[in-house]
């Protein structure tokens, strides 16, 4: 005997946010740029914002020269302290970012989230939150941050 089915409509909402700030000027964000550009129709426009503002515009240039872009389209750069909540969330809107993928120094994990909840962009990350005088924390350090966060 087959258990009783019922059907469950559900309305998703399917629209994607769009606009991507990439923080960091490093090799990862250089992977995180040409990733973004292939998917540019889809992501939308790309920005790059590092404390450095020629590292990003030396990743831009690599996109540009691979030919890595899937719709015609440039990616913007900017110097950015993003320690600083203020100055970043003000960077998010600027661009309308929609997206924020933080490749940058751990360091920097709890400012970016502040200013992407300030916003309301999505946050992505690839560390786990440290403070500088804490380094290598003692274990369960992953949840001494961003968990609380909820």
Known sequence: MSPASSELKVELNLEMKKNVLIIGGGGVAQVVAHKCAQNNDILGKITLASRTV???EAIAKSVAEKGSMKLAGTIQCY???ALDVAATAALIRETQSQIVINVGSAFI??????ACMETGAAYLDTAIHEEPNKICETPPWYGNYEWKRK
């Open 79 to 81: 110097a950015l302290d």
């Open 109 to 114: 994990n709890m400012s970016v989230l502040s």
């Open 54 to 56: 020629e590292k990003c």
